[in-house]
């Protein structure tokens, strides 16, 4: 049974460019949520996800920043003209739609804007 | 808000001791989860330990287990027999039990980073 997948696990971008980062759930789970970590800081929630629905996007950045969780394919967490301060590591996690149960973290991508 | 405090940047122990790391929140829910997340040099995110709010009895998992203060607001988790694999930032969470529109997001303290001395 695969994990949470996330690719890339590294994704350099320049000022300005575009970064599209992706995450496919477990078998079986239909939620994703999606985290950032700055350096030397705990993770922060960004957005929830249900397939073809935006549930709680009260972390997301105003501008710039955009995620969706299509019918078919992975959830894509979508930077548009990256700045250096995007620099992180962005995390996906994925649930049941059980209530309470675990989430199952991937490994992250870590972008570095350049 | 609910908030997660972690006082200790860094903590070091002996491996074979007792280490124990410390976690406070703020909140003002009476039914809630708590979590300790293991973030080894991989970056993988992995459960150490969960406890649920309503539960009187600390959760206990192998060589780790919590000390849950519900009236003091504080879950620190306690590690024995520390091991080399033990090495790694420890994350303490928050999640509410009240799923507003279903979100189960969780809350992070900012970590503290256990080393272990052989």
């Known amino acids: 049974n695969a994990g949470v997948m996330q690719n890339p696990r590294h994704l350099v971008r320049r000022r300005g460019q575009e970064a599209r980062l992706r995450c496919s759930p477990m078998k079986g789970h239909s939620h994703v949520y999606w985290y950032r970590q700055l350096p030397e800081e705990g993770l922060k929630f960004m957005v929830y996800l249900q397939k073809e629905n935006i549930i709680d996007e009260s972390g997301m950045p105003k501008e710039r920043f955009s995620a969706e969780f299509p019918k078919e394919g992975p959830s894509i967490l979508r930077i548009q003209q990256v700045v250096r301060g995007d620099s992180a590591a962005y995390f996906c996690?994925?649930?049941?739609?059980?209530?309470?149960?675990?989430?199952?973290f991937g490994q992250g991508t870590r972008l570095t804007v350049v | 808000a609910q908030t997660v405090t972690q006082s200790q940047p860094e903590m070091s122990v002996q491996e074979a001791e007792t280490v124990t790391l410390s976690c406070t929140y703020d909140?003002?829910?009476?039914?809630?989860?708590l979590f300790w997340y293991k973030q080894p040099p991989s970056r993988q995110m992995i459960l150490v330990i969960r406890q649920e709010a309503y539960k009187q009895q600390n959760a206990t998992e192998n060589r780790f287990s919590v000390n849950f203060q519900k009236a003091a607001k504080s879950f620190s988790l306690k590690i024995s027999d520390s091991q080399l694999g033990d090495a790694a930032m420890y994350f303490c969470?928050?999640?509410?039990?009240?799923?507003?529109?279903?979100?189960?997001?969780?809350?992070f303290g900012k970590g503290t980073k256990l080393t272990v001395n052989p």
């Open positions: 996690a994925s649930s049941t739609i059980v209530k309470n149960t675990e989430a199952f």
């Open positions: 909140t003002s829910e009476s039914d809630y989860y």
């Open positions: 969470a928050y999640r509410s039990a009240l799923t507003q529109g279903g979100s189960e997001k969780l809350v």
